[in-house]
């Protein structure tokens, strides 16, 4: 009987020493980014992911070849011990080029007064420019409605010469809607990694799809915007860009929202910052006032309840500021109006599901090419 006790705890002995030696295949790793939001003259703030909870940090290399480490805290409290990292680089100086190189620290324990470390992992560095204080020129691409199809936008980016242009919009429903985190990174980010996004920014306006889901609320996390705003203003050499947020299409108390949409109010607050932004130095003194916002700000016989609400309360505000051109999406379509048939004095530029949009403006002028999915140019624009 003895014997047969023994055999049994050497078998059990044996097959745990066995399970102490399988590897652990999950290693820790970045699963998505890079990717540089809320670029400006003077700093950018860069995300990415991890498979496990890390302490993020950023080595920055500038023009000199002089190196720093930058961890961001709040309260007396650094951040990390999530997998979703966010660092903001300050300080920077206008029109240069830095190096960067994302760190992050794996955290195998987090308690109150013991804190264990696992694996540290450097990624390759990156690089990125900050915007110049005065440039004469500016470049852009505006993409919109891609709604998850990623395949397809990476046929815009691939043809989209992005090495030329200084940054890029999504205009809205990038994703048809958000019920999973998870769903922004297949549905546009990774791609946008792929191509540009570890070394120019996107500029991620928010469509009436991205409205949509549980994870709706979550959106700022995974972005950085600037002021924490969905709806703001920048400079890029010669254009003041203003970027709104369009909020639904429908009635808020329409039947699919469950009482849980508020946007009527919600656009009276972003209207009330519009009518303070178009007083704004940087916007009366600007070349160039480029308005990008996803649903079309159109005087239009038919039109849904959303559209209507912007038409009635924002175009007339945006007609008296004096807009050079507004770059809208939603309908599926591509249509152009010109200053006199948009009913606000502004050319209007809607780019379909199918096309993306080069823009390259100056001191002379606007050019813009509406180009399909290949790449080849359907329709051009000028603006004097
Ligand atoms: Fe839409």
Known sequence: MKSKFMLFFAICAYSISIIAQVPDND???VTHG???QNLDGKGVTIIWTTNKPAIPGVKMTGPDGKTWFVRNSRDGIVDGGGMLHKVRIEGLEPGTAYKYSINSVQILKYQAYKVYYGDTLARKAESFS?????KEQTSFVVVNDVHDNSAKLASYLKNATLGEKDL????????????????LFPGFVDTAVYYFATQKPFYYVRGNHETRGFVARDLKNYFDYRNDRFYYSFDNGPVHFIVLDCGEDKPDNNRYYYGLADYDSYRREELSWLREEVKSESFRKARYRIVIIHMPVLKEEKQGYGMKFLSDNFGPVLQSAGINLAINAHTHRNTFYDASKSGFGFPVLVNSNNSFVEVFADQQDINIAVKDIGGKIINEYNIK
């Open 130 to 134: 900050t915007f110049p204080l005065r």
């Open 168 to 183: 890029v919009f999504f205009n809205g429903d990038m994703v048809d809607y958000l019920q999973a985190t998870e769903q």
């Open 27 to 29: 290693n820790f790793m």
């Open 34 to 36: 890079p990717y540089l």
